[in-house]
């Protein structure tokens, strides 16, 4: 009988945060449904306008707030493409990359954290996997000096292929494309840096 009242919720993100805010996500949800997409924060912005918002005006005042913003969230947290074409793709072209650098330990400490990243298919945590995988590289330096600019030309190359599929392949706007490997090229160097500086500690913390 209780589950007729369950939600058929869209990911693991849409459940955690129907827990964390139950009602009021559910409010919002119905007014931006990719609010599932977003992070805890960025919800808890929105939750916090809503309340804020003069009496009768609570949608107009979200509708506004997420026109400002969603910009900003497309690159962030929508900006990974998920279409069977795509993948296809990005198939065909990681089987040639694998054959090529799969003898690089490097190159395996990168996958690991990408395919950890793939598990959890949380929003967000793409800017996680690029500071887990080059920390790891950076500590690696501690016993290989080569590793860091191996990790870092390997990182290269890879915003290399992303802005062709993403520019080329998928029409994507310039000025997201440049955003995004800005962001990841940002998040590899910090992450790298506090591995080459911190080799005995966890990367989990950088």
Not at 26 to 31: A, F, P, R
Not at 147 to 158: E, N, Y
């Amino acid at each position: 009988m209780n589950s007729l009242f369950q939600n058929n919720y869209e990911s693991e993100n849409d459940k955690r945060l129907d827990k964390k805010f139950s009602y009021n996500y559910q409010v919002i949800k119905n007014m931006y449904p990719k609010a599932s997409e977003l992070p805890e924060e960025e919800v808890r912005k929105i939750i916090r306008k809503y309340y804020q918002a003069p009496q009768g005006q609570e949608e107009q005042v979200i509708k506004n707030y997420i026109s400002q913003k969603e910009p900003e969230w497309q690159t962030q947290y929508f900006d990974e493409d998920d279409d069977l074409s795509k993948q296809s793709h990005n198939f065909d072209s990681m089987k040639i990359i694998d054959k090529a650098f799969s003898y690089l330990p490097e190159y395996k400490t990168l996958k690991d954290a990408k395919n950890e990243m793939d598990r959890m298919n949380m929003a967000g945590y793409d800017n996680y996997a690029h500071r887990l995988g080059m920390c790891r590289i950076g500590q690696m330096g501690d016993m290989n000096f080569l590793s860091p600019t191996v990790g870092v030309t390997l990182g290269a190359l890879k915003e290399v292929k992303d802005i062709y599929d993403k520019s080329i392949k998928n029409n994507k706007p310039w000025k997201n494309i440049l955003n995004d490997s800005y962001k990841d090229m940002k998040n590899n160097w910090e992450g790298l840096n506090w591995g080459l500086n911190n080799p005995d500690k966890d990367c989990r913390i950088c």
